[in-house]
Every structure is written in structure tokens, then in C-alpha cells.
């Protein structure tokens, strides 16, 4: 019987299953189990194949991902729920390696790993060293705005914009206007806030890529802060990082527009400080794919970690 690793996709055939499954086809390190379509909601069948499983990796809703969670049995079965189920529950490992310094331990030793949504991997990325080094308030009164391509939706929202009806599709769709999205305590936690941050989420006419925008004033900050300072911070924070990038000073300046699909199907991630000093304007970007980095990409990042750490 083989020696390598064992990892059961529970939720291969969703928009982020798919990818993960691409992701891992042709590997050699590792094995794949998936359950053919008529064993997919075979309570019993999915319970053995993921007690069998070295690493199960979640992609399914939030209920069904609560539900495989209380199916195992086996305590050298480890997990990876790509859902929202587990993202501020106790005893989980929050999946950003570059949270801190020690987060790329914490996962590689973890049993229960939840990956971070696609929209607050790129608010925590830019609140959480900022809020840590003092330079943002942890009770700012933020507000977070993103655009995604329509990926994020899952598979009914692909369908809008890729099947018999993609005609009819909106270019343009803002939403979550009630500002109850599931998505505020992810970020308050894992960014170091005491206030609930405001969440307004957007997605467009193209398939996959995040801008996410963080306007910050410079007169409801410490003394002294300014574009130079906010990126310096962040750009200590992730040097070495190999997946997350931090615009120069000069790169930034140079900036004129922000393309959302500039780091489609890889796991990578750049961020930005710009703004307008003399008037005190300041404003944080991130741009990533929300479907590597702020979904498979992520997921495929932590399993590796995992790997290397078993």
C-alpha cells in the first residue's frame, strides 16, 4: 500500500473544488480521493472516505461542512474547510500563512485549518500589520469596499454570466446593502479590530480577480502617518513573503489604475498605499485572484504546509 499522503476533495465539483482539483492533478507527492457523482451524498460513503483520509479538504457550504466535520471518527484525520463555517470558531488554525511570522507553523502543525474568506484575506492582509505596529486605531471606523469578478458566487452565479442567459447578466452588481454580510467578524477578528468594520461588496462582468479598498484619513490616525509610513509597515511585515507583494513607493506613484485580474490563477497578492497627503486622504489596496489566493491558491498553500509538517 502506498506511503503517500492521502487527501479526500469533499465538494470537488463547486466552483473551488475544481480548481483545487486542478491544482493538484499530476502531483506526485500525494493522492487524491474523490467520490463519483452518485456516492456524493452518501452520508455513508462520505464518511469513510474521509476517516480514510490523511487531510480531508472541505469545499462545500457551511452546513455540509459542519456535518463532514462531525462525521470523522478517526483522530489522524486532518482538515481543511474551505467553507465560512469554522473562519472564527475556537480551536481552528486561521489559513493565512502570512498572518505572522508563526502562522506558517501554526498551520503545518494544525489538525483543523479553515481557510480565510476571498474578500478578508485582502482586508486582513492590509488592516492586520497596520492595526499590530499602532499606525491603525483598532476601533477606526472602517470601511471596506471590493469588487470581485463573478467566480465569487459560486457555480449559480457562473452560470449567469456563462450560460444560455449570459446576455442578460448585470455588468455591474453592488450588494450585501442590508451590511449584514457574513464576512465583518472574519475581519474584525483575524485584523486585531474591536469594531465591527463596514463591509460593501461588489462584483462585475469578468470571471475572476479582487480590488479591494480600504480610504483611511489621515486626522483620525497617529501623528505623523502618512503613505510613506503605512507602507513601510507593510512592506516589513511581508519581506521574504513569496506570495504576497508590496508596492514600492515609486511603484505606487506610478499607479494609476488597479487591474483585478492581474494575478488570476496564481496564489499571489499585491498590495498598495496611495492617497493624497496634503489633504490627509490615504487609501489601501490588495489585488489577487479570489479564486487562487482567496480560495484554492489558499487552500493548496495551506495543504502544502500541512505536507511538510506531518
Known sequence: MSNLPLVFIDGDQGTTGLQIHERLRGRTDLRLLT??????????????????????????????????????????????DASSAHRTADGWTYGFPELSAEQSGRIAS?????????????????????????LVPADYPLAIQAVSGYSGGGRAQVEQ?????????????????????????EIQLHAGLSQRPIFVPSYGAFRQGIVLSIALQARLLPA?????????????????????TVLTAAQAAATERLDPTIHNNSNDMTLGVFGNDDEGHLLLCAVFDNLGKGASGAAVQNLDLMLRGA
Do not use: M, W
Not at 111 to 126: D, F, K
Not at 227 to 239: I, S
Open 110 to 134: 494544525a489538525n483543523r485549518v479553515t481557510n480565510p474568506g476571498c474578500y478578508p484575506t485582502g482586508a486582513i492582509a492590509l488592516l492586520r500589520p497596520l492595526v499590530a505596529a499602532g
Open 35 to 80: 467520490l463519483p457523482a452518485a456516492e456524493r451524498k452518501d452520508a455513508l460513503r462520505r464518511a469513510e472516505a474521509i476517516n480514510s483520509a490523511d487531510i480531508a479538504l472541505l469545499c462545500l457550504p457551511d452546513a455540509a461542512a459542519r456535518e463532514a466535520v462531525s462525521l470523522i471518527e478517526n483522530p489522524r484525520v486532518r482538515v481543511i
Open 224 to 244: 505623523g502617518t502618512n503613505k510613506e509610513t503605512l507602507r513601510a509597515a507593510l512592506a516589513q511585515h511581508y519581506a521574504g513573503a513569496r506570495h504576497v
Open 161 to 185: 454570466y456563462e450560460g444560455p442567459e449570459a446576455g442578460q447578466a448585470a455588468p455591474f452588481v453592488t450588494y450585501g446593502l442590508s451590511l449584514k454580510h457574513k464576512h465583518p467578524p
